[in-house]
């Protein structure tokens, strides 16, 4: 993986390719085939047994902070890596760490809202006799705030979408407030 240390200073401007909808859907495709796994196995036997607060707080900053990391520090997550896809900063160089981070406040914002609240449902006592995925899912359904947050974050992300869809520059919104650009790599 190569380190992004250095700005893009080969990156010609008007040939450059900005990656649309379908290769952006296909690397995100690809990041929920690699984590979904490790995740949701873990978070299985959380809910259905361990019952750990720290350990679905490990689970979730983990499952949060993957994107922000792979981004600042690779440039790119691995199903952008597969797809030779790249995160670059309005001047095509290595977006800064306020820049990758407010590109992912979308996804950061929420998951941290649903961690405290779900962490209320970890103390519950009903929850310490919930036995199945199904069981949690009824459980969980009960909390207004959590169905809230699922609303309003599937609105943000067709937002994102129809933005992403009628930019010249293919940007979606979160690219649009991070001052950021995915484009297809060449090389």
Known sequence: MEILDEPQLNVDRNSVIYAGFWPRLGALFLDGLILTPLTF???????????????????????????????????????????????????????????????????????????????????????????????FSTYSSRYTSLQIINVVSGIITIADMIVMLSDSRKRSLHDKIGGTYVIEQRH
Do not use: C
């Open 41 to 135: 196995g873990v978070m299985y036997f959380n809910i259905t047994s361990w019952k750990s607060i720290p350990i679905l707080a490990v689970v979730t900053v983990l499952s949060l902070s993957y994107k922000p990391f792979m981004e600042y520090n690779y440039g790119a997550t691995l199903g952008k890596m597969a797809l030779k896809l790249k995160v670059v900063n309005l001047q095509f160089e290595k977006a800064d760490l306020q820049e990758i981070l407010l590109r992912n406040i979308f996804h950061i914002v929420p998951s941290l809202i649903t961690l405290f609240i779900t962490i209320g449902i970890y103390s519950s006592e009903e929850f310490q006799d919930i036995t199945g995925f199904g069981e």
